[in-house]
Every structure is written in structure tokens, then in C-alpha cells.
């Protein structure tokens, strides 16, 4: 039996029937309320959310190393009382002074 | 001048269009009645890319008239892959559910149609790819039609007409046979005509790979052809 042959009348018989384009009855309405019955993908949102996210906070982390190391090279040059780190840091320890004062 | 149908039915051809209107959708009717309350626009009136644009900003409705231009090639395209009605459904339905969360990236530069049948056919092709262990060895069920066709053909090939339906079982044996990118390519190739650049458009391939899948996939038909006959005959 010739291979090619049966191929090419195999392909001719393809050829000879296509496919129907019959659309069931209402398929478009299934859709439509698929499409608005949808369920809000709650993991999506926050992804997007962060993801949008990401960026600002990527400029105020590099605003604020920025910051720090201009601060912190002025810092060498002058150290003064009113030294913002050196307020944070009173402020952030307060507690634990007050409590050292306490016993 | 507006031509209302429903008051004047001038001939045959008129008094049946006036009384198809009720049948007709509402967006439709006005269109032919040309009655329509100011500040809403029918779905049907507008562009295929006002109703893009509608159904990008949320209006789900204005997808509707979309979904029904271009369902027959969507359907078409999906039994080209899926044996099965129900199967066809769920091509279908992806490819939909798939377009409406993606026709935000439509731009507009081809026809919607071209960006649409891209789509139908790679969800086809991901449905070969899941389906890929299913695939049964169906050469051992052989119906009596087919044998028949087959040793008509193996005595006087010009006797087993392409036409004949057991033919197509035949060539539907073979194809669920192939690998999904070999099942893939012929029919794009072979059976809708494509050429290798339209196909590389629509599978996302690179041309080179589309020319040496249609190679091996072609090869690969043979082998098949082989196997069905070699079985047979042998």
C-alpha cells in the first residue's frame, strides 16, 4: 500500500468534511453569566496591590539610605545635642531608661 | 428617512421582516425599526472596537454581541481537536472567559477576530497537551466501515472516495493518535491551509520551528500510517 497516497486521501477526506460551527443554544448568556458571577480572586488582589506597592517603597528604602548616608558623613564632621539619631534614640529607649530609674 | 416595517409591509419580503422583528433582539429591532430612546445606544449599533472599549471599562453586556459574531469559528476551530460535545463546550468557554480577562491587551493593530482565533487556537493546543495521556491506541477498534474503506483503497486506491465518512473516522483515528504539536500543525497546515507565517502567528513559534515540526509531524502521520497498515496487512 502506497503511504503517501492513503496520507494525501486521508487528508482529502479531512479536507472534505469540516468541522461544524454550530453554537449551542444561550452560549453566550452562559458566558456573560459566568463572566459576571465570577468570584473576586482575593490572593490576586493583594498581589496586585503589592506589586503596586513595590515601587514606592523601593523609592522612600533608597530616599532614606540616601538620607542616612549624607547624614551620617556630616555626622563625623559635627556632632551636635539636637542630633536627630541621637534623639530617635533617646526616644526609642525611654522606657527602658525609665525603668532602669524605677529599680 | 426612517423605514418602519411593522407599519408598512409593502411586499412579501417587508410584512416578513416585520414579522421576524419580535424575534429579533431588542438592539436589533431598533436598528431595523429605527425607534430608539434617546441616550442609549444598542449594542448592536456600535463598533466591534466601542463594544471593546465598553467591555475593557466593566460593561460585561457589551461583550455579548462579540461573543455571538464569532462563536461558529470559535466552535469550528474546537472540533477540529476535541471529539467529544462537551469537551468543544469547555474549549470554547475558556477561550471566551480567556478573551474578556485579557482584552485589555488588545490593542487594536490586527482585526479582533485574528486576536481572538490566536487565543482559540493556543487553548486548543493546551487542551491536546492535558489531554496527551488520554490518548487512546484506537487502531485495535477499527470499524467495519473503515476496515472496508481501507481494503478498497489497498486494491483500487481511486475506488475509496475521500468523501466517504469512514474515511474521516479514519483520518480522526490517525490525528488523536499524533502529539498535540504534530496534531497542531497538520491541521493548521494541511487541512485549513495556513501557511507557515500565519501559523507561527497563531501558535506563538518561531517560523523555523514551525517548519521543522511540520516536518517531523508529517514523518510522524507516516509512521502512524504505517502502523494502521502494517497491522492490517501484515
Known amino acids: ?103 | 428617512m426612517v423605514w418602519d416595517a411593522r407599519r408598512a409591509p409593502r411586499n412579501r419580503e417587508m410584512a416578513l421582516t416585520a414579522m421576524s422583528i419580535p424575534l429579533l433582539s431588542e438592539a436589533t429591532a431598533f436598528a431595523v425599526v429605527g425607534e430608539q430612546p434617546s441616550g442609549i445606544v444598542p449594542p448592536m449599533e456600535r463598533t466591534e472596537a466601542e463594544l471593546i472599549a465598553a467591555a475593557v471599562s466593566g460593561d460585561t453586556a457589551s461583550f455579548e454581541p462579540l461573543i455571538q459574531k464569532y462563536s461558529p469559528r470559535v466552535f469550528a476551530t474546537a472540533r477540529r481537536y476535541a471529539r467529544l460535545e462537551r469537551e468543544v463546550e469547555d474549549i470554547a468557554q475558556e477561550v471566551w472567559i480567556k478573551a474578556f480577562q485579557k482584552l485589555g491587551s488588545f490593542r487594536g493593530d490586527a482585526p479582533f477576530e485574528h486576536w481572538l482565533m490566536r487565543m482559540a487556537v493556543r487553548t486548543c493546543y493546551d487542551f491536546l497537551r492535558s489531554h496527551q495521556r488520554n490518548r487512546e491506541s484506537a487502531f485495535s477498534e477499527i470499524s467495519e466501515p473503515e476496515d472496508d474503506w481501507l481494503e478498497r483503497f489497498a486494491t483500487a486506491p481511486e475506488s475509496a472516495s475521500e468523501h466517504a465518512d469512514a474515511a474521516k473516522q479514519l483520518i480522526s483515528r490517525v490525528l488523536e493518535e499524533m502529539s498535540p504539536a504534530g496534531r497542531l500543525i497538520i491541521t493548521l497546515l494541511e487541512l485549513e491551509d495556513r501557511s507557515v507565517k500565519e501559523i507561527s502567528e497563531l501558535t506563538g513559534w518561531s517560523v523555523p520551528l514551525v517548519k521543522v515540526r511540520a516536518f517531523r509531524a508529517r514523518g510522524e502521520m507516516r509512521k502512524i500510517l504505517a502502523r494502521l497498515t502494517r497491522d492490517k496487512y501484515l
Not at chain 1, 542616612?68 to 527602658?96: G, N
Open chain 1, 1 to 103: 500500500m502506497n503511504l503517501e497516497d492513503l496520507q494525501k486521501k486521508l487528508l482529502a477526506a479531512a479536507r472534505a468534511h469540516p468541522p461544524e460551527d454550530r453554537v449551542p443554544y444561550a452560549f453566550e448568556k452562559r458566558i456573560l453569566a459566568r463572566l459576571t458571577a465570577q468570584p473576586v480572586d482575593g490572593s490576586a488582589l493583594w498581589a496586585r496591590a503589592l506589586w503596586r506597592a513595590a515601587i514606592p517603597c523601593v523609592a522612600v528604602t533608597l530616599l532614606m539610605a540616601t538620607l542616612s548616608l549624607t547624614m551620617v558623613s556630616t555626622e563625623t564632621a559635627t556632632v551636635t545635642d539636637d542630633d536627630v539619631s541621637q534623639q530617635f534614640e533617646l526616644a526609642l529607649l525611654a522606657p527602658a531608661n525609665q525603668l532602669e530609674e524605677l529599680q
